[in-house]
């Protein structure tokens, strides 16, 4: 029990730090309501299950110093630039309008936010790096427990991410934050380029030493 709590609470407060991730879910929670911004977070979750199954079986992709890890990393970087200036480039902007359901385009909008995020989550280098140390710490556990845990941290990213769509998506708060929400989508944007900048420059500084 104390190695769950542990594991547990450790999971939860990586969770807290806000990421790209999160970033996407406030977007979409914001242009399209909680309802669409659920499949971008159930795209985001499935990243995380590939990653937490990768972590325990072993796959050496996933450490730092092999070459994937690498070109994961500088995937990501571009990736968070992309969604950085799209922030930035469409902060204000009319975007999607959400029918009365919290929708937009139904079956459309779902795929395409599952598929974005699916592609934040799996280029996420962070989200490696942090199963990884996770996995080590559990190296012991049997394959059960293992499950457990697994099945746990899937369950609690999604979990977490759609309480983060839903209170951001409540119209209340948007009405309350509508004029703010132009200048919050380009700080997220800019915050996002920074990570991107930042990523790029410590691979840069890795492969020139």
Known sequence: MQQFLL??????????????????????????????????????????????????VGVSALRPQSTTFWALQLAGACYLLYLGSLFIRHAGAGGWSPDKKGTVGGEVLSRRGASMGFVSGILNPKNALFYVSLASMLSGATAGWKTFYGAWMFCAVLGWDLLVAVAIGNPVVLRRFSEALPWLERLSGVVLVLLALGVMASLYVRTAG
Do not use: M
């Not at 999971?11 to 971008?40: E, K």
């Open 7 to 56: 594991v547990a609470a450790a999971h939860f407060l990586a969770l807290l730090s806000p990421g790209p991730d999160f970033f996407l879910i406030t977007r979409t929670s914001v242009r399209a309501g909680w309802r669409a911004a659920s499949s971008v977070c159930l795209g985001i979750a499935c990243a995380n299950g590939i990653f937490i199954i990768a972590a325990f």
